[in-house]
Structures are given as C-alpha cells and as structure tokens.
C-alpha cells in the first residue's frame, strides 16, 4: 500500500488529496498542517471579518469527507523536514512515505520598518487564526492602517471598515491592485474605495511606528503621520520554500519543479501551488502564480504524477475575480504586452479591457462585467486566431462568437443526436 | 449521465425554456407569479444565444472535470460523485465569481450567489426538457465519469 504525504492544507494540498484518494482507493493519505483547522477557504477570512460568514462556515469539506475519504489530518503539526522517503516532524517523528508533497503555500512579506514587529496590534492578513484576532481587537473607535493595496490589504480593508473608525490604506505603487490592474481600471476601484470610507495613499510606505507595547501611530516616507491603533501587514507575500530549503531542493524565488509533473529536483518530492515557480503559458515566463485555480490544478498533476500515472500539467495562467463593496472585478491573463492593442468599452458603472496580441486575445480587466467572461478566459487559455470569430469581442461573449461546428461541438462534447 | 443536450437546427428562438426553468426554480413555481411578483427575481440558469435566424439554448455541460468546482475558492461548488451533477451550494457561496470567470461555455449567471443549472434534481426531469415544443432540448445518457 502506498503512503502520501502532503504538506499543507489548503487548495493545492486538499486538491493533491482528494485526486490521489480518486486515483488509488487503497493508499494512505496524510495531510499535515500546523494550523488547528481543518483545510479553510483563505480568501474567506475577510468575509469572516466582517460577519457575512461565520466560523464554522470558512471549512472546504464538511469534517466527515476526511473520515469517508480516509485522508488523515494532523493539525497543529509542524513538518521539520522532509528527504526523499521520509518527513520528520517538529515534535521529533520521522515517518515514512513513498511521495511527498510541499504545498506550503505562501508566508507573508514584511519589509525592514523602524519599531514595527513585536507590538500588540500589528498583524498580518493570511491566516483564520489571524482573522480571529483582528476581529477581536478592533473597536468601533479604531483607526486602521493597512499597508498594502494588494488582494489581501484591500480585502482586509473591505473587512475592517464596518469595525473601526477609519481605514487608510497606503501603498508603495502609484496604483491600488497593481499586480492585476492596468492604470485606468485602478483610477476607478480607487475611487469606489473611497467612495466607501476606505482612503488610499498612494506612492508612500510606512517607514516608522511610534509605541513600544502598542503602536499609536505610523510615519510615512512623505513625512506625513497618520494615527494608527491597528496595523495591518499585506505588502505582500513570498513562496514558503523553508522546507525545500533544507531538503536542499533547486529554489528559485519559488521552488522549482519540472513544469510536467510537478517534482522537485530531490526525487519523491513534489511541489503545487504559491510555492513554486509556475509556467506561465501566454509569456512563456516562470513566475510565482499565486491564484487559487492555479493551485488547485498543480495539485492534481502532482496527484497523477506522485500515483505514477503519466498526466501533464497543462500550463498556468493568471485569473482572478474579486469583489469590494459590490464592484466587481475580473481580470485574466497579462495586465501588459509589447506590442498588444486595448480595445476599451465603458458604460454606466461597467468597463471592459481587452488585450490583444498578434490577434489573440492574452488579457481582460472587467469591472461589473464578469457575464460569461468564461468565454474570454477559455480565448486566451486556448490561444484562439479572433479571425475564426464572428461579431464584436466588446459585446458580453457567447458561443455564438464561433463557428456552428465548434459551437456544436462544446456543448454535445462529440455526442450525436 | 443524463445531460441536456441542444440541437441549434431545431431550435425556434421562442425561449420557452428560460421561462420554465425560472418558473421551476422560483418559489411559487407559478409562471405569471414567477415572472412579475416575486422578489428577488428567479433566474433562468439556461439561456438562449443568437437570434431568431441562428440559435441555441446554453446551460451547464455537468464537465467531467468542472473548471467552475476547480476555482471555487469556498467549496461551495461541488460535482455530486453518485450523479455528476455540478451545483452551487447557495449557502456557502460568497459571490465572488471566479466560476463565472473560468466557465468555458458561459453557463453561470451572477447574483448574490452564482446561479446554475442543477438538471432540476428534485423532479428529475429538466423544466428546460419537458417544455421544449420543438424537441431541440433532449435529455440523454451521454457517459462521463460519474458513476
């Protein structure tokens, strides 16, 4: 009987889990996390925050999944190590497994600041069990400053507003969501944030913090001093490669892993999600890809790959949606291409941009447009020649921008009737 | 598995089928009702593209390997192993719409939650099916992965 081991509990680990279980009835799986939850949904922790979920609603699978899929979880386990054929534990077990997986995930960036660090009312924003003492730190009296205009500092500042006084956002960029909008798009979420009460600072960092237990009030590199009763660290994230580290697997940045099957260079051991370097297929680029869907698919072709069965993995490409308070975002594929065209459609409270490229769609931004914006996605995932199209790529997509025969041919899957 | 399969030649364009599913998944099943007085409004999880020349009814392939249940960041999504039915657990979506983003045939409509087609488990046989006059929506056995 084969043993798994996987290392982490979120997408990619729990996608790794259940695509082995499907793959092989017999195996042991084990999934070790060092947090005290069953496999959570991340991205819910702001919703959490601001009371549209509650605790006992952030979990992926209902506890009886673990036991019906046999799929042990050990929480609150740390991993020391791991070597082909072996992982040990913080707590000193060396166990033994045929594969194993790192799906660490990602830990939190925190940039050198003076005075910022061990104080009572810093915190990140990755993790339930931080959600859980943010939420029981603000008060309605509160001043927040998040640093960060990313993801996951907007998300926690969509999460904090309703709970505190104020929220000040302030980020490096001259832009809010850099890594996933373009200019003009950003020119607009920025003025939702605010039409919302969530001010943003652009173009300036935090740079000092004044108190010693408790930080009463940030400086930034302007000069400018903002009062601060809770801080918020969301400058970003970088893969957790600690593990491939020590098992002196290739890192780059991100762990590297053979784009095919999601090893490592140490044999046995595999690597999914915002760990590793992935291969980005519109640029051709390796880069860290740290998207949910991204994950989910790396972990099931480490799954194949770790189970011996041949499964290529077919490439990565950034897509995302998110919503602030009630806009909608969606965006896929490149924010920016040497020589790409933006064709741009804007109405009443919606804006569309699409990238073009050597007539091949590589990128979209969509505010309060997501309608089957699928469509577009399997455009650019797929590389389709626009030529072989019919009508106008601006209108809301459909399957009636493809010839009959395709059009057929996506909806019966080849079955005749 | 039984899947709803569109047959474009047949297809008038008469968009009966939208009109039965939002009765068949509103809550006073009535059409009149279900069209004009509830609130909020039920939502049609088919829908017919083009135009009285050229069209055809779209709703959820049920895929083997779904991208929609891939990306849902809350496991809200979920492909019933016994029936391979893709549905959106209502109570856990938290409305995000990254399934709208990844949906290859743009089946999933955006509302509070993400809606879809769910082949109406609780009659088992799709409003869509049932009040085609054309026969240009079949529901047949097709295979697929689910057992």
């Known amino acids: 009987m084969k043993q798994y081991a996987i290392v982490g509990a979120s997408a990619a680990g729990l996608s790794c889990a259940k695509t082995l279980r499907?793959?092989?009835?017999?195996?042991?799986?084990?999934?070790?996390?060092?947090?005290?939850?069953?496999?959570?949904s991340r991205p819910i922790i702001s919703y959490y925050l601001k009371d549209k979920v509650q605790a006992d609603q952030i979990y992926l699978q209902p506890s009886d999944f673990y036991t019906k899929h046999r799929i042990r979880v050990r929480?609150?386990?740390?991993?020391?190590?791991?070597?082909?054929g072996t992982l040990t534990t913080e707590g000193g077990e060396t166990l033994k497994f045929d594969k194993i997986l790192l799906a660490t995930g990602s830990v939190p960036f925190v940039p050198p600041m003076e005075n910022v660090g061990a104080q009572e009312n810093v915190f990140t924003f990755l993790t339930m069990r931080e959600a859980e003492r943010l939420k029981a730190y603000a008060k309605p009296n509160m001043h927040a400053v998040i640093i960060g205009a990313g993801l996951i500092g907007l998300k926690a500042a969509e999460g904090l507003r309703p709970l505190v006084e104020s929220v000040t956002v302030v980020e490096l960029a001259d832009k809010v969501l850099p890594s996933i909008?373009?200019?003009?798009?950003?020119?607009?979420?920025?003025?939702?944030?605010?039409?919302?009460?969530?001010?943003?600072?652009?173009?300036?960092?935090?740079?000092?913090?004044e108190g010693e237990k408790t930080i009463t009030a940030v400086?930034?590199?302007?000069?400018?001093t903002l009062p601060c009763d809770l801080l918020v660290l969301a400058v970003g994230v970088r893969p957790n490669t600690v593990l491939a580290e020590r098992a002196g697997a290739e890192v780059n940045r991100g762990i590297t892993v053979n784009r095919d099957t999601m090893e490592t260079t140490v044999p046995g051991v595999f690597a999914a999600g915002d760990c590793v370097r992935s291969y980005d297929i519109l640029d051709g680029q390796e880069k860290i890809i740290a998207l949910w869907p991204n994950a989910v698919r790396e972990g099931m072709t480490a799954a194949y790959n770790m189970a011996g069965q041949e499964h290529k993995d077919t490439g990565s490409f950034a897509v995302n949606a998110i919503d602030f308070f009630g806009l909608r975002i969606c965006t896929c594929g490149l924010i920016r291409a040497e020589g790409a065209t933006v064709l741009t459609r804007e109405g009443e409270g919606f804006c569309k941009r699409l990238l073009v490229k050597d007539n091949r769609l590589v990128g979209f931004v969509l505010l309060n447009a997501s309608e089957r914006a699928g469509i577009y996605t399997a455009l650019i995932q797929n590389k389709v020649d626009l030529n072989t199209l019919s009508g106008d790529l601006l209108d809301e997509p459909g399957l009636m921008l493809f010839s009959r025969e395709v059009r057929t041919e996506k909806l019966t899957g080849g079955v005749r009737v | 598995m039984k899947k709803v399969i569109a047959r474009e030649a047949l297809c008038l364009d008469c968009k009966l089928c939208e009109v039965f599913c939002r009765t068949a998944h509103s809550k006073s099943k009535d059409v009149v009702r279900?069209?004009?007085?509830?609130?909020?409004?039920p939502v049609a999880r088919i829908t017919v593209e083009g135009d009285i020349l050229d069209s055809v009814a779209v709703n959820c392939r049920h895929c083997d390997d779904p991208a929609c249940v891939n990306a849902c960041i809350t496991g809200a999504?979920?492909?019933?192993?016994?029936?391979?039915?893709?549905?959106?657990?209502?109570?856990?979506?938290?409305?995000?719409?990254?399934?709208?983003?990844?949906?290859?045939?743009?089946?999933?409509?955006?509302?509070?939650?993400?809606?879809?087609?769910?082949?109406?488990?609780?009659?088992?046989?799709?409003?869509?099916?049932?009040?085609?006059?054309?026969?240009?929506?079949?529901?047949?056995?097709?295979?697929?992965?689910?057992?």
Not at chain 1, 75 to 84: F, I, K, L, P, S
Not at chain 2, 34 to 41: I, Q, R, S, T
Not at chain 2, 89 to 94: F, G, L, N, V, W
């Open chain 1, 219 to 224: 400086t930034l590199k302007s000069g400018k």
């Open chain 2, 34 to 41: 279900a069209h004009l007085y509830e609130d909020p409004a």
């Open chain 1, 75 to 84: 929480t609150n386990t740390r991993v020391a190590a791991v070597q082909t």
């Open chain 1, 22 to 40: 499907t793959l092989d009835p017999d195996c042991e799986i084990t999934l070790f996390t060092d947090e005290p939850f069953l496999p959570y």
């Open chain 1, 181 to 209: 909008l373009d200019d003009e798009a950003a020119k607009t979420v920025r003025a939702h944030l605010d039409a919302n009460g969530v001010e943003t600072l652009l173009g300036d960092t935090v740079v000092r913090a």
């Open chain 2, 77 to 147: 999504m979920h492909k019933d192993p016994e029936t391979g039915i893709v549905s959106c657990d209502e109570s856990r979506c938290i409305g995000c719409m990254t399934c709208l983003a990844v949906c290859p045939v743009g089946c999933i409509k955006p509302g509070r939650t993400a809606v879809k087609c769910d082949l109406c488990q609780e009659t088992g046989e799709p409003a869509c099916v049932k009040n085609c006059p054309n026969r240009a929506l079949v529901y047949v056995e097709v295979g697929g992965d689910a057992q």
